[in-house]
């Protein structure tokens, strides 16, 4: 059975609103409305994305709104984005990124620069999708002319990260990294000590205490033998007192109980940055 598909209304060179069976959509390809009118068919071998209009009616008005290169740019960097990382990234995302990348070009016209303070643990947790984030700056440079800083480039690299979920948000992610912040800023102030970025055992603290978190959100313990806990605490002294100072804020502040386990590894994760 063939379908046919007309064009309702064009809302840029490479998107359009189009009938299929009765129902509305956007549709999204190279060129799908360039040069053509209201009820002119849709070349079909183009379309890349499809969305249902009445669940994407923000997207609607964000393709009218912003400039067609903007929208234009964002395709590229998705398509990077899927090719480095190997996965189709989720549709549904495709609103918040264009919304973002689109907004923040704007904001640099006018030389307003947003200080990313997750900016050094976004590097750590989700380098993959900084390193998209650095080439997205760069590609923006080069067809735009406008530079960004780094800090963007983290900015782009959370969007990614969610864009990896279904039905991810961006804003649980913010979440995380800032409470991953938050307790390196506990561990540096309780210690007395300053962090170099730099350090394999700060990007190895990072990386546990973020998956201690997911453990302890999904009830799953990393087990340690009851033993080598009692020998960590009586070896470790000052790193296990900071450990549990960690899992009191956690608890206080976010309603987050890290068991003792949990409080084991990140002793021997603090050990190492006192010994360096």
Same mark, same amino acid.
């Given at each position: 059975?063939?379908?046919?598909?007309?064009?309702?209304?064009?809302?840029?060179?490479?998107?359009?609103?189009?009938?299929?069976?009765?129902?509305?959509?956007?549709?999204?390809?190279?060129?799908?409305?360039?040069?053509?009118?209201?009820?002119?068919?849709?070349?079909?071998?183009?379309?890349?994305?499809?969305?249902?209009?009445?669940?994407?009616?923000?997207?609607?008005?964000?393709?009218?709104?912003?400039?067609?290169?903007?929208?234009?740019?964002?395709?590229?960097? $998705?398509?990077?984005?899927?090719? *480095? #990382?190997? +996965?189709?990234?989720?549709?549904?995302?495709?609103?918040? !990124?264009?919304? &973002? @990348?689109?907004?923040?070009?704007?904001?640099?016209?006018?030389?307003?620069?947003?200080?990313?303070?997750?900016?050094?643990?976004?590097?750590?947790?989700?380098?993959?999708?900084?390193?998209?984030?650095?080439?997205? $700056?760069?590609?923006?440079?080069? *067809? #735009?002319? +406008?530079?960004?800083?780094?800090?963007?480039?983290?900015? !782009?690299?959370? &969007? @990614?990260?969610?864009?990896?979920?279904?039905?991810?948000?961006?804003?649980?992610?913010?979440?995380?990294?800032?409470?991953?912040?938050?307790?390196?800023?506990?561990?540096?102030?309780?210690?007395?000590?300053?962090?170099?970025?730099?350090?394999?055992?700060?990007?190895?603290?990072?990386?546990?205490?973020?998956?201690?978190?997911?453990?302890?959100?999904?009830?799953?313990?990393?087990?340690?033998?009851?033993?080598?806990?009692?020998?960590?605490?009586?070896?470790?002294?000052?790193?296990?007192?900071?450990?549990?100072?960690?899992?009191?804020?956690?608890?206080?502040?976010?309603?987050?109980?890290?068991?003792?386990?949990?409080?084991?590894?990140?002793?021997?994760?603090?050990?190492?940055?006192?010994?360096?």
């Amino acid at each position: 059975m063939i379908i046919v598909m007309r064009i309702m209304k064009i809302l840029n060179n490479n998107a359009v609103i189009i009938k299929e069976e009765n129902q509305e959509k956007i549709a999204i390809g190279a060129g799908l409305g360039f040069h053509k009118g209201k009820n002119d068919l849709v070349d079909q071998s183009k379309i890349e994305k499809l969305f249902v209009l009445k669940e994407n009616e923000k997207l609607e008005q964000l393709l009218l709104r912003i400039p067609e290169e903007h929208f234009t740019l964002t395709e590229e960097i $998705i398509a990077y984005a899927e090719q *480095k #990382l190997r +996965i189709k990234l989720n549709s549904h995302v495709l609103l918040a !990124i264009t919304d &973002h @990348i689109s907004f923040a070009i704007e904001r640099e016209k006018q030389g307003i620069h947003l200080q990313n303070k997750l900016l050094h643990e976004i590097k750590i947790l989700y380098k993959e999708e900084f390193e998209i984030g650095l080439w997205a $700056i760069h590609h923006i440079k080069e *067809k #735009l002319g +406008i530079e960004m800083v780094n800090d963007e480039a983290a900015f !782009i690299a959370l &969007h @990614i990260h969610t864009m990896k979920v279904q039905g991810g948000d961006v804003r649980e992610v913010v979440k995380q990294t800032s409470i991953i912040r938050d307790i390196v800023e506990t561990i540096k102030d309780y210690l007395h000590v300053s962090i170099r970025e730099q350090d394999l055992a700060y990007e190895r603290l990072i990386t546990h205490i973020r998956f201690a978190l997911d453990r302890a959100s999904n009830y799953n313990v990393h087990a340690m033998d009851e033993e080598m806990l009692t020998m960590i605490k009586r070896k470790f002294p000052v790193a296990y007192d900071c450990a549990k100072v960690v899992a009191k804020r956690l608890l206080d502040q976010h309603g987050i109980d890290l068991p003792d386990e949990e409080l084991g590894y990140i002793t021997l994760h603090i050990e190492r940055l006192r010994e360096n």
